[in-house]
């Protein structure tokens, strides 16, 4: 599996548009970048996955270089409630492949 | 998106019983599910992969006597916290991929805490 680095943290406030990049030099043909999103006490969430290029859904857009070796998860507009940890994870999609998640990138948004 | 329900959300439970914690899959079929361990501050570790009908797989340093999985069927799986120590209190919480692409799905976690 890809490592990946990441941000320990960022700041923004609300009605800000955050990036958080994700750095994955190692990454194979066959992976995908799958972004998630943990509250506290809450398991994560599926929040974006894209291969290359850009994706975008109605929660956030992710962008990826021709290269792959890093990603962007762009968050737009955050509120408050967008306070929590991202987690950037990288793998060949296969079913049954466990995620092995690295320290995330913690988003404190203030008003 | 795909529902992963887990039970209970919380337990408070004295040292030396044992816990059963659920994981189910509420919409699609899991051939595959995960169990992972979260302390306050830290990011999540994989315990275990749970396989429907067979043996689980444990990470490295995982007990498999003290952390028991059953996969009884493509719906269900649980985990048995044997003769629980404060040690073992923690954040639990499962996952499972109801696609190809191997988004998973996490159940809401369970606060394990042990007196």
Redesign the interface.
């Known amino acids: 599996l890809a490592k990946t680095t990441q941000p320990i943290s960022m700041d923004s406030y609300e009605g800000q548009e955050v990036n958080i990049t994700c750095s994955h030099n190692n990454i194979a043909t066959n992976d995908y970048i799958t972004w998630y999103q943990q509250f506290p006490s809450q398991g994560p969430r599926f929040i974006i996955q894209g291969y290359k290029t850009k994706v975008t859904n109605e929660v956030a857009s992710l962008f990826i270089p021709a290269d792959r070796k890093s990603s962007t998860l762009s968050l737009p507009r955050v509120s408050l409630s967008d306070t929590a940890v991202y987690y950037c994870l990288v793998g060949d999609g296969q079913a049954g492949t466990a995620l092995i998640f690295g320290k995330g990138t913690t988003l404190s948004v203030s008003s | 998106?795909a529902v992963?329900s887990?039970h209970p959300s919380r337990v408070i439970c004295k040292s030396g019983t044992s816990v059963k914690i659920e994981c189910r899959s509420l919409d699609f079929q899991a051939?595959?599910m995960?169990w992972?361990r979260q302390f306050p501050k830290q990011?999540?570790?994989?315990m275990a992969?749970s396989n429907e009908g067979s043996k689980a797989t444990y990470e490295q340093g995982v007990e498999k006597d003290k952390f028991l999985i059953n996969h009884a069927s493509l719906t269900l799986s649980t985990l048995t916290v044997t003769s629980a120590h404060p040690e073992d209190s923690s954040?639990y919480?499962?996952?499972a991929?109801p696609?190809?692409?191997?988004?998973?799905?996490?159940?809401?976690?369970t606060?394990l805490s042990v007196l």
């Open positions: 998106g992963v887990q051939t595959t995960f992972y990011s999540l570790m994989l992969t954040f919480i499962c996952s991929s696609d190809s692409k191997n988004i998973q799905y996490f159940g809401a976690g606060r």
